[in-house]
């Protein structure tokens, strides 16, 4: 059955289709609260990921609203529901200011059901099974990666990072899979053509899991390396060389030691280089490197040979926004090391797609991440930081050494799995281990797509804005007329 849907005064849909002023706040605020609890518990018990599905199709019932206005208000509230909670901790760093920066993040959930809801009050149901996941994919690409605020530890595929489940994150990545949920979720939104395009769903889903199935059937012939660090928070730097003697006193074959971001307060002292040359060791530690703006400075990873010289560095490309954290760096490439090509990502530099994927196209086969998560920001704070390393090595296929401050630092290897953990708090806590250098990095299928949905979807509200102006400059327009009609399919009438 076909129904008309009309557009009223606003140029809203209202019809069957759609949940109308009439039914009030009840079923939005249902559907918020929906969105919100399936999250949180995929997110918060790994095994459970797949309710995303639910998180995902809760949004979309928020889509069909009749009201743009009232879609965007329930979207914004159900991302609230989830950061607010997730994010408790920036109240400690950031006191009120804590409101605005969930609300920034809650901004573009609401913006996703605002657009989908235009898209469906112009379109009708004509391919909204493309819209639906073009648009997701585009602002959460857009708030992860682009602009000034971005951050990327909620995104829909962030809930594999623990527990593979159902999708082939190695394969899709995790913009990948926030594409192929919400193309999944567009399968139970009122639409023609259903059974073809749960087909093409269904074709697509299992070829991403061939992909990665046969990308893990062969283990990689690359060079070992023994790595191992210990977790200090602010150590005066005397006592560096002490400290790295109780490293090799635990792992007396490390070839590599690490200590965390902001070890140092300037590049490695003499003293620390000296304690190389006399132990043959390699050293990667966070420091600073002063910039040519005066009080300026580049918080950047050194790494110092056995003949106690610096042979690399590489700088912090995303500095933290509101904090002293430096300029950022003004290049990205890897280190020639004994072993292969290691890229170097510093802290927060690991959480961002748009920086790892430069390593990535030169060639890396491991990284390491020394970072610095102080102490009183808490253990969830911790352990929503840990979940990101796992991602990106089974993303990219290989092995990823993070130490920190303060914890938590991990071994994993190329599959996404931690073989080793200190834990937060662990002042003074060694961990140690071995890193098998894999091939080289191989990039997953969001690398394009991402942007390019993005590109895209940024057109559609450009487009949107541009034809509000155009409705109000020329009511009597035909393109931009009110009063046209859209159908949509509500599904066959039931017989008594």
Request: hydrophobic share 45%; proline share 6%.
């Amino acid at each position: 059955m076909q129904v008309v849907a009309e557009k009223n005064s606003s140029g809203q849909l209202e019809g069957r289709g759609a949940i109308g002023r009439k039914a009030g706040i009840l079923p939005g605020l249902a559907w918020a609260a929906v969105a919100a609890g399936s999250f949180h518990l995929g997110f918060e018990q790994p095994r459970l990921n797949f309710l995303v599905l639910i998180y995902g199709f809760s949004l979309g019932q928020l889509a069909m609203i009749s009201l743009a206005r009232s879609s965007f208000r329930f979207g914004f509230l159900a991302g609230l529901l989830v950061f607010a909670p997730q994010l408790a901790w920036f109240w400690g760093i950031f006191g009120p200011v804590a409101f605005c920066l969930w609300a920034v993040l809650s901004f573009f959930t609401g913006l996703f059901t605002f657009a989908l809801n235009a898209w469906r009050s112009r379109f009708g149901d004509r391919f909204i099974w493309v819209a639906a996941p073009i648009l997701w994919t585009g602002l959460e690409y857009f708030r992860s990666e682009l602009y000034f605020l971005k951050f990327s530890w909620f995104s829909a595929g962030y809930l594999w990072g623990g527990h593979p489940g159902l999708l082939p994150v190695g394969t899709l990545g995790v913009y990948g899979c926030g594409f192929v949920i919400f193309l999944f979720i567009a399968f139970l939104l009122p639409r023609k053509g259903r059974a073809q395009v749960i087909g093409m769903g269904f074709a697509l889903a299992v070829l991403a899991g061939l992909a990665n199935i046969r990308g893990k059937t062969v283990d990689p012939a690359g060079r070992t390396l023994k790595i191992a660090g210990i977790q200090l928070e602010f150590p005066p730097d005397l006592s560096i060389p002490n400290q790295l003697d109780l490293v090799l006193e635990k792992f007396p074959d490390t070839e590599l030691l690490v200590l965390s971001e902001y070890t140092f307060d300037g590049t490695i002292p003499k003293r620390v280089r000296d304690w190389c040359r006399e132990n043959k060791r390699y050293l990667a530690a966070g420091g600073r490197r002063e910039a040519d703006i005066p009080g300026e400075y580049f918080n950047t990873a050194f790494v110092v040979g056995p003949s106690g010289e610096m042979v690399f560095e590489q700088g912090k490309s995303v500095p933290i926004q509101f904090f002293k954290d430096g300029l950022p760096a003004l290049e990205r490439k890897v280190w020639e090391s004994p072993w292969g090509k290691i890229a170097i990502c510093v802290c927060y530099d690991l959480s961002y797609r748009s920086v790892t994927d430069q390593f990535m196209k030169q060639g890396a086969q491991a990284l390491i991440v020394p970072f610095m998560d102080v102490s009183n920001w808490g253990r969830h704070q911790h352990a929503l930081h840990a979940r990101v390393a796992p991602l990106r090595a089974r993303e990219y296929q290989i092995p990823v050494f993070r130490l920190g401050s303060s914890g938590i630092s991990q071994i994993v290897d190329r599959h996404g799995y931690v073989v080793a953990t200190a834990p937060y708090p662990g002042e003074g806590e060694i961990i140690g281990g071995q890193l098998q250098l894999s091939t080289p990095a191989r990039l997953p299928f969001d690398t394009f797509l991402a942007p390019a949905c993005s590109t895209l979807t940024g057109l559609f509200l450009l487009w949107l804005l541009l034809a509000r102006i155009c409705r109000r400059l020329l009511p009597e327009s035909p393109i931009f007329s009110s009063s046209s009609k859209v159908y949509c399919k509500v599904g066959p009438r039931r017989q008594a």
